[in-house]
Protein backbone atom coordinates (compact mmCIF):
# COMPACT_ATOMS: atom_id res chain seq x y z
CA UNK A 1 0.00 0.00 0.00
CA UNK A 2 1.39 3.41 -0.88
CA UNK A 3 0.74 5.83 1.66
CA UNK A 4 1.16 9.50 0.55
CA UNK A 5 2.39 12.77 2.45
CA UNK A 6 1.10 15.95 1.78
CA UNK A 7 3.41 18.33 3.54
CA UNK A 8 1.76 21.62 1.99
CA UNK A 9 -2.01 22.80 2.71
CA UNK A 10 -4.47 22.61 0.38
CA UNK A 11 -5.25 25.71 -0.52
CA UNK A 12 -1.51 26.63 -2.02
CA UNK A 13 -1.82 23.22 -4.01
CA UNK A 14 -5.13 24.49 -5.59
CA UNK A 15 -3.94 28.05 -5.92
CA UNK A 16 -0.56 26.37 -8.29
CA UNK A 17 -3.53 24.40 -10.25
CA UNK A 18 -5.36 27.81 -11.25
CA UNK A 19 -2.12 29.83 -11.95
CA UNK A 20 -1.05 26.53 -14.16
CA UNK A 21 -4.23 26.32 -15.95
CA UNK A 22 -5.49 29.80 -16.46
CA UNK A 23 -4.34 30.75 -19.69
CA UNK A 24 -4.27 27.01 -21.18
CA UNK A 25 -7.89 25.88 -20.44
CA UNK A 26 -10.79 27.70 -22.70
CA UNK A 27 -13.32 25.82 -20.98
CA UNK A 28 -14.79 26.91 -17.36
CA UNK A 29 -13.26 25.49 -14.83
CA UNK A 30 -13.41 25.38 -10.95
CA UNK A 31 -10.38 24.51 -8.74
CA UNK A 32 -12.40 23.26 -5.38
CA UNK A 33 -10.87 21.16 -2.11
CA UNK A 34 -13.61 19.50 -0.44
CA UNK A 35 -13.51 17.00 2.55
CA UNK A 36 -15.64 13.82 1.90
CA UNK A 37 -16.38 12.26 -1.12
CA UNK A 38 -16.09 14.02 -3.59
CA UNK A 39 -19.03 12.81 -5.57
CA UNK A 40 -21.38 14.03 -2.86
CA UNK A 41 -20.26 17.52 -3.60
CA UNK A 42 -20.49 17.16 -7.45
CA UNK A 43 -23.94 15.82 -7.25
CA UNK A 44 -24.99 18.65 -4.64
CA UNK A 45 -23.59 21.39 -7.18
CA UNK A 46 -24.99 19.18 -10.53
CA UNK A 47 -21.56 18.12 -12.03
CA UNK A 48 -22.07 15.94 -14.53
CA UNK A 49 -18.32 14.71 -15.51
CA UNK A 50 -15.20 14.04 -13.59
CA UNK A 51 -12.09 14.79 -15.78
CA UNK A 52 -8.84 13.31 -14.03
CA UNK A 53 -5.19 13.98 -15.02
CA UNK A 54 -2.71 11.07 -14.99
CA UNK A 55 0.18 10.20 -16.39
CA UNK A 56 -0.14 6.75 -18.09
CA UNK A 57 -2.50 3.53 -16.62
CA UNK A 58 0.98 2.05 -16.09
CA UNK A 59 2.03 4.57 -14.08
CA UNK A 60 -1.31 5.79 -11.81
CA UNK A 61 -4.04 3.03 -13.21
CA UNK A 62 -3.90 1.06 -9.97
CA UNK A 63 -4.68 4.07 -7.82
CA UNK A 64 -7.12 5.63 -10.47
CA UNK A 65 -9.28 2.40 -10.50
CA UNK A 66 -9.81 2.28 -7.06
CA UNK A 67 -10.34 6.09 -7.06
CA UNK A 68 -13.03 5.37 -10.01
CA UNK A 69 -14.54 2.49 -7.95
CA UNK A 70 -15.52 4.51 -5.23
CA UNK A 71 -16.82 7.12 -7.32
CA UNK A 72 -19.29 4.33 -9.30
CA UNK A 73 -20.03 2.30 -6.07
CA UNK A 74 -20.46 4.86 -3.47
CA UNK A 75 -23.49 6.91 -5.18
CA UNK A 76 -25.05 3.58 -6.03
CA UNK A 77 -24.33 2.63 -2.85
CA UNK A 78 -24.37 5.19 -0.23
CA UNK A 79 -26.39 7.90 -2.49
CA UNK A 80 -29.14 5.99 -4.22
CA UNK A 81 -28.06 8.28 -7.62
CA UNK A 82 -26.01 7.07 -10.05
CA UNK A 83 -22.73 7.74 -10.64
CA UNK A 84 -20.99 10.70 -12.52
CA UNK A 85 -18.67 9.96 -15.44
CA UNK A 86 -15.06 9.83 -15.34
CA UNK A 87 -12.81 10.89 -18.41
CA UNK A 88 -9.06 10.49 -17.94
CA UNK A 89 -6.40 13.11 -19.58
CA UNK A 90 -3.27 11.48 -20.21
CA UNK A 91 -0.63 13.77 -19.99
CA UNK A 92 2.64 13.66 -22.38
CA UNK A 93 4.53 10.74 -21.83
CA UNK A 94 7.86 13.05 -21.69
CA UNK A 95 7.34 13.88 -18.67
CA UNK A 96 6.08 10.19 -17.09
CA UNK A 97 8.67 9.63 -15.05
CA UNK A 98 7.82 13.27 -13.01
CA UNK A 99 5.71 12.59 -9.51
CA UNK A 100 5.14 14.77 -6.69
CA UNK A 101 7.91 12.73 -5.12
CA UNK A 102 10.39 13.71 -7.25
CA UNK A 103 8.91 17.60 -6.72
CA UNK A 104 9.58 17.09 -3.46
CA UNK A 105 12.94 15.96 -3.56
CA UNK A 106 14.17 18.71 -5.79
CA UNK A 107 13.17 21.13 -3.65
CA UNK A 108 14.05 19.44 -0.37
CA UNK A 109 17.76 19.30 -1.95
CA UNK A 110 20.65 21.51 -0.52
CA UNK A 111 23.53 21.77 -3.35
CA UNK A 112 25.20 24.97 -1.65
CA UNK A 113 25.82 27.02 1.76
CA UNK A 114 24.18 29.81 -0.37
CA UNK A 115 20.24 30.38 0.09
CA UNK A 116 19.97 32.51 -3.06
CA UNK A 117 22.15 30.10 -5.25
CA UNK A 118 20.35 27.25 -3.72
CA UNK A 119 16.84 28.71 -4.79
CA UNK A 120 18.45 29.67 -8.09
CA UNK A 121 19.40 26.14 -8.63
CA UNK A 122 15.57 24.63 -7.25
CA UNK A 123 14.04 26.74 -9.58
CA UNK A 124 16.06 26.50 -12.78
CA UNK A 125 15.72 22.22 -11.57
CA UNK A 126 11.91 22.49 -11.70
CA UNK A 127 11.23 24.67 -14.68
CA UNK A 128 12.23 21.74 -16.60
CA UNK A 129 9.68 19.76 -15.17
CA UNK A 130 6.69 22.37 -14.08
CA UNK A 131 5.47 25.81 -15.95
CA UNK A 132 8.21 28.11 -15.77
CA UNK A 133 5.95 31.12 -14.32
CA UNK A 134 4.72 28.86 -11.02
CA UNK A 135 8.56 27.31 -10.49
CA UNK A 136 9.59 29.31 -7.68
CA UNK A 137 6.21 29.05 -6.08
CA UNK A 138 6.25 25.69 -6.07
CA UNK A 139 9.96 25.63 -4.15
CA UNK A 140 8.69 27.91 -1.69
CA UNK A 141 5.84 25.30 -1.18
CA UNK A 142 7.53 22.47 -1.10
CA UNK A 143 10.88 23.46 0.42
CA UNK A 144 12.19 22.54 3.65
CA UNK A 145 10.67 24.43 6.60
CA UNK A 146 13.14 26.05 8.77
Keep these: M?????????????????????????????????????WRY???VGATLFIRGIRSWEKDGKDE????????????????????????????????HVSSTLIRDICNTSSSDNNSDDDKNKEESLSKLVPTHVAGKIAKLYGVKK
Design 42 to 44: AKR
Design 65 to 96: RSLQILNTWGPLILGLVFPIKTIYLIGDPKYN
Design 2 to 38: IVKTNICRISPQSHLVRLITHHHIVLIYLVLVVEGYI
